[in-house]
């Protein structure tokens, strides 16, 4: 299983930004999905995941009425919504699997791919 995630980029406060992650190897689970974030000299955090069906969603509550977890199995696609960007929301985003998707750092199936830098400027 791979992930590639991309769509960040540099934006001022207040921006928004669509980060995406498209999966491969993965076609025939449905496992839940998750976005995490590690900022320099900081853990690796939780920040969102979804069900397979989509029909739960977990957030943090630092990101919670920010951002919007989605997926399109279809496509083998998982996207991050974010808006109202914050300064401290700076980091490097990940999507990988969770075994579960409580609201928390936990273990994750996969080894993690490269991540897409995210910088929000004061």
């Known amino acids: 299983v791979q992930f590639v995630e991309s769509g960040g980029g540099l934006v001022q406060t207040g921006g928004s930004l669509r980060l995406s992650c498209a999966i491969s190897g993965l076609t025939s689970s449905r496992y839940g999905m998750g976005w995490f974030r590690q900022a320099p000299g900081k853990e690796r955090e939780f920040v969102a995941a979804i069900t397979w069906s989509s029909s739960t969603a977990n957030y943090a509550d630092s990101v919670n009425g920010r951002f919007i977890i989605s997926r399109v199995n279809a496509n083998n696609t998982l996207y991050l919504d974010m808006s109202s960007l914050r300064p401290e929301d700076t980091a490097v985003y990940y999507c990988?699997?969770?075994?579960?998707?409580?609201?928390?750092?936990?273990?994750?199936?996969?080894?993690w791919g490269q991540g897409t830098q995210v910088t929000v400027s004061s």
């Open positions: 990988n699997s969770p075994l579960d998707i409580h609201p928390r750092m936990g273990p994750v199936r996969f080894s």
